[in-house]
């Protein structure tokens, strides 16, 4: 799901810590490159996106678009 949004490799990605958690995933504070970040993981389960209803798919999408818009490095 990248919808023409960078996507910064895995190897860039340094995770320091859980800070919280929802429906969709667990965000951490991490670091990429120096910048502390926050990095949402989203659940295994939800990568399925056939087994979602409608609402929860615009959710998803919705979080991820908004996730998208957030500078980050």
């Not at 190897?11 to 991490?30: H, L, M, S, Y």
């Not at 990095?39 to 389960?45: E, Q, Y």
């Amino acid at each position: 799901m990248t919808g023409g949004h960078p996507e910064i490799p895995d190897e860039d990605i340094e995770i320091v810590e859980r800070i919280g958690g929802g429906t969709f995933g667990d965000v951490f504070k991490g670091n990429v490159k120096g910048t502390t970040v926050a990095v949402k993981v989203v659940k295994t389960t939800v990568m399925d996106c056939k087994a979602l209803n409608k609402k929860k798919q615009a959710e998803l999408r919705s979080d991820y678009e908004r996730l998208c818009s957030i500078s980050h490095p």
